[in-house]
């Protein structure tokens, strides 16, 4: 498949019910059914497989948003590939065994240790093989709210995504670093983390910092179908 056919698949399987406009762009109200979270399909795809994407309107020659539809799906759109791009390519370094360590960071060995039922839902322990030369106490790896992808067949098919809910500096001294983390995706995910138990995951920490991207999917589905349009032109003064 193309790079354009695998992207349009992508969608269709996540729930894109409305046709694309007459240039293959995505519809506006699209984004108001996709998930922040991509699909396995969707960052597995070959480098530059995304959805196609309307360029940011800026400057005098940009033009003006017809809505506050577009203006919003616009920018949801390009922050979420934002998000995906990196991980899609990463992953596809992984995969082909050329990936630079300073691109995305890929721990080995991962196994959940612990399940712990709390208020804000359940949330597993993960202990996972250190990197060399990692100084844990320094660095900014696995920060509160970074999102990590655990596969158990090297990212061939199975995917489950996570996202840190705590990193303790003392748990992650020594050669098995411990972090605590909440899986994403409902009950099916959680299901998917307890039959892991006992077993080894691969696991990636997107390069982009999730929870500004989680923020921004929260809040955008609120935006009003009809107002002003955003980033029209002053009125002249008479």
């Keep these: 498949l193309s790079s354009s056919s695998a992207a349009s698949d992508v969608y269709k399987r996540q729930g894109e019910s409305q046709p694309r406009g007459d240039d293959g762009r995505l519809p506006w109200e699209a984004w108001r059914q996709i998930s922040a979270l991509p699909t396995a399909a969707e960052v597995t795809a ?46 596809a370094a992984y995969r082909a065994g050329r990936l630079d360590a300073r691109d995305m960071h890929v721990y080995s060995d991962v196994a959940v240790t612990r399940v712990t039922p709390s208020r804000c839902g359940v949330t597993y322990a993960l202990s996972f093989a ?8 320094m660095c900014k790896r696995l920060l509160y709210g970074s999102l990590l992808g655990l596969s158990a067949d090297g990212f061939e098919s199975s995917l489950l995504w996570a996202t840190v809910a705590e990193r303790e500096p003392e748990l992650c001294c020594g050669l098995r670093p411990t972090i605590t983390v909440r899986v994403e ?12 138990l006992g077993g080894r995951w691969t696991m990636v920490e997107s390069p982009a910092y999730f929870e500004v ?6 809040t955008t589905p609120c935006a009003p179908a009809r107002s002003p349009r955003p980033c029209s032109p002053p009125a002249r003064a008479r």
């Design 213 to 218: 991207h989680t923020h921004t999917r929260r």
């Design 185 to 196: 995706g409902g009950l099916s995910g959680v299901l998917s983390a307890s039959g892991a």
């Design 130 to 137: 250190s990197p060399p030369g990692v100084q844990w106490g």
């Design 46 to 91: 070959a480098p530059g497989g995304g959805p196609p994407l309307r360029a940011n309107r800026v400057g005098r020659g940009g033009g003006v948003y017809a809505s506050v539809c577009e203006y919003v799906g616009t920018h949801f759109w390009l922050l979420r590939e934002d998000c995906v791009a990196p991980l899609r390519e990463g992953i």
